[in-house]
């Protein structure tokens, strides 16, 4: 990483909340965790900053409803924010906040320039179209019409994430759980972008299987030079690929820095406490 470089993408003040306030959220000492039990407002994310640079791997480390998928959902159009600001550097020169662009625009920016593998496989495949297809969907989104070339292209992700040619034409609903994140790894590469937006690939997998997939993760990330945000809830997966992390708690960021930094002399309370249950 080239501390010089211009960031490939800015997150600035993401928030995103799941209600509508009231008079109650604004006291500090009233809500619990990120929960305001007067009106049950949520704040999922509040005030998230951070830059991505190119050829990096980027972690997310927080516990479970720390707020990670609600980010990552953000930043792939899932969801809208509540507020904040997000610039690509390949999309108009980083001049732009992409939150504010048109919905044709964010699905210019989705399939061309960022891949997401999901958490939940049923959302990121149709797991009834074959492995093949839920590839080709992604290039048709992209504009792709040739079918040779297509189905050349998705041969070749298939064979580049492990998954046997032969089983092509199968339904991820046959696939084991490794394979099925496989093949949405390859469904997010297939029009080569620049980000690639990875939340939780390998939770509820086998240990044996989670370290195929991270060893693929790795060997791609060498391969492509791609850059990479990887959300999860387990220090030892971000200890394994991330340059730099982040930690969230309760939505928010507590700490941020090299992964080396953070893991030698955590800062944060939470922190220390996810170092020490990882020693
Ligand atoms: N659609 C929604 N409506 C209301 N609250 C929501 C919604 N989606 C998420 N939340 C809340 O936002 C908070 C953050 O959830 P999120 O899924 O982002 O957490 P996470 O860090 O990904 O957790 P996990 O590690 O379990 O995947 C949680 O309190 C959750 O209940
Ligand atoms: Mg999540
Ligand atoms: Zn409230």
Redesign the pocket.
Known sequence: MDEFEAPILSIKNVN?Q??SGCEDCARMDHLI???CPTCGT????QNISFDLYPGEVFGIV????????????CLYFD?DVTSGEAFIRSYKHSKKNLFEESSQQKRFIRNHLMGKVY?NPILGLRMNFSSIGNIAEKLIAAGNRNVEEMESRGRMLLDHVNIPVYRMKEAPKNFSGGMQQRVQIAKALSNNPSILLL??VT?GLDLSVQASVLDLIKQLQRELNISIII???DLGVIRMLADRTMV?LD?KVVEHGLTDQILEDPQHHYTQQLVHSLL
């Open positions: 995103k799941f209600g965790k990120n929960f949520v704040y999922a994310c927080g516990e479970s409803g720390s707020g990670k998928s609600t980010l990552m959902r969801q958490q939340d939780e939770t959300v999860s809830h969230m939505g």
